[in-house]
């Protein structure tokens, strides 16, 4: 399966995007799924999961009430729906399984929110 990021951008603090993810096939179905990101000099970190079926999701506590995780499984898309963005929120967002699949990385998408 491949994995396609795409929604990244410049915003400023208090703003919104929406991170797109699309699965080449339908075993992305199969998958609980999530959202990574990668900040400068940290290391990648979960900041969102959902179960496969879509009815349950788990947040980092620096994005909870912030960013919502969903899917759409007929589509093979997950979505991050990121609202009241803080300048601790750049970084770069990837997709992938949970827990993450090494040769499922892409090239993820560079958020980046300006104070």
């Known amino acids: 399966m491949q994995l396609v990021e795409s929604g990244g951008g410049l915003v400023q603090a208090g703003g919104s995007l929406r991170l797109s993810c699309a699965a080449s096939?339908?075993?992305?179905?199969?998958?609980?799924m999530g959202w990574y990101r990668q900040a400068p000099g940290k290391q990648r970190d979960l900041v969102a999961a959902?179960?496969?079926?879509?009815?349950?999701?788990n947040y980092a506590d620096s994005v909870k009430g912030r960013f919502t995780i969903f899917r759409e499984n007929a589509k093979n898309m997950m979505y991050l729906q990121m609202n009241s963005l803080r300048p601790e929120d750049t970084a770069v967002y990837y997709c992938?399984?949970?827990?993450?699949?090494?040769?499922?990385w892409g090239q993820g998408t560079q958020v980046t929110v300006s104070s």
């Open positions: 096939d339908s075993s992305f179905r199969l998958n609980h």
């Open positions: 992938n399984t949970v827990p993450g699949r090494t040769n499922y």
């Open positions: 959902i179960s496969t079926g879509g009815g349950t999701t």
